[in-house]
């Protein structure tokens, strides 16, 4: 069923059987490339068709629900360009691979999902959430009983932190719960079973800090419960490694390559909550959170207290990268 909106664009009403549409887009006009705010009302890409905010549903018997059986991936667009977007995608379809998860579309076509969608949200700036679900399955764990696997792209606004924090700087506690180790459920997978990060981001909000440090079963840090750590002794770059149980983040990549212009080097090394107490400064690092600075951990300053030079370079490259490069979304 169709319903004409008032701006005259035909969406569609939610299915409640599964899905047979094709992974393709109808491209919106070119009128958008000029666009700089959002819509009234959010348009969100539904295996290969738009629907209202409202409108837009799963079923309760997708496996994504029932059992956060599915991945994603967050990803941020500046001034008119999605950022890294070629290596979110890939992360994506490793993640995939690794929980035998087929991706129902080609990387050209999501990538042309993904673009339509924000141009279909009038946006220049902001934050896609791009999700793939085992889709509509039975009670039961068995993923075979799931026929095709659900895409959905949503493009919205983030702020996940204020200006002035980015300025004066985060407080983190470490948390009891640890991060999963890979032998039960590998970090390295973008999934949505993400319970693991809500425990520990719910012990930093009850502690009245930003954010929450998690350790690995070994006692050392593995990373937060949505970004990468970074910390700086004495001039050099640390960050743990990925077999600590740190994901292997985007934008903690891009941190290598802003090191190695400033002449710089990031070693990938153990990291203990001493190290962190220690360190003259210490960042963190996420798609959503971008590079952001870390004043206090469980009570302790770090270094001055402030947000330190380094960092500061740091955060003015990045911030440089995000306008100046990345996938266009209007030609």
């Given amino acids: 069923m169709k319903t004409a909106t008032a ?40 295996d290969g068709k738009f629907y209202s905010e409202k409108d837009a549903k799963v079923s309760v018997f997708d496996h994504g629900l029932l059992y956060g059986d599915g991945i994603f991936e967050g ?48 946006l220049r700036e902001g934050y896609i959430r791009l999700l793939v679900t085992r889709g509509v ?44 180790n890979p032998g039960a459920l590998n970090p390295a997978v973008k999934s949505l079973n993400y319970l693991n990060n809500v425990m520990a981001r719910i012990e930093g909000s009850l502690a009245g800090a930003d954010e929450a440090l998690m350790l ?44 190695a212009e400033l002449g710089m080097k990031v070693a990938e090394a153990d990291i203990t909550r001493h190290d962190v107490f220690i ?18 951990a469980d009570g302790r300053p770090i270094g001055n207290g402030k947000p330190g030079p380094i960092s500061a370079r740091i955060i003015a490259r990045f911030r440089q990268l995000t306008r100046e490069t990345g996938t266009p979304i209007y030609n």
């Avoid at 895409?151 to 009891?176: F, M, N, R, W």
């Avoid at 360190?279 to 206090?296: R, S």
Wanted: with cysteine; glycine share 6%; hydrophobic share 40%.
């Fill in 216 to 259: 690995n079963d070994a006692g050392n840090v593995a990373e937060c419960t949505a970004d990468n750590v970074f910390i700086i002794k004495r001039g050099q770059i640390f960050t743990p490694p990925i077999t600590a149980g740190a994901l292997r983040g985007i934008t903690r990549s891009v941190i290598f390559e802003i090191a």
């Fill in 75 to 122: 990803i941020r667009f500046y001034n008119g360009r999605v950022f890294r977007l070629e290596e979110h995608l890939a992360r994506l379809w490793d993640s995939a691979r690794s929980i035998c998860l087929e991706i129902p579309m080609s990387m050209r076509e999501m990538t042309a999902a993904l673009l339509e969608t924000i141009r279909q949200n009038n």
């Fill in 7 to 46: 701006d005259g664009m035909v969406i569609d009403e939610p299915q409640t059987e599964e899905t047979t549409a094709k992974p393709a887009v109808k491209l919106a006009v070119e009128t958008h490339a000029r666009a700089t705010s959002v819509a009234k009302e959010s348009k969100i890409y539904i």
């Fill in 279 to 296: 360190a003259d400064e210490c960042f963190l690092t996420g798609t959503a959170a971008e590079v952001i600075p870390v004043i206090k």
């Fill in 137 to 180: 399955g039975n009670l039961g764990l068995n993923p075979e009983q799931c026929k095709r696997p659900s895409v959905i792209i949503i493009a919205t606004t983030v702020t996940l932190y204020p200006e002035s924090v980015y300025q004066s700087g985060l407080t983190v506690v470490t948390c009891a719960t640890r991060r999963t």
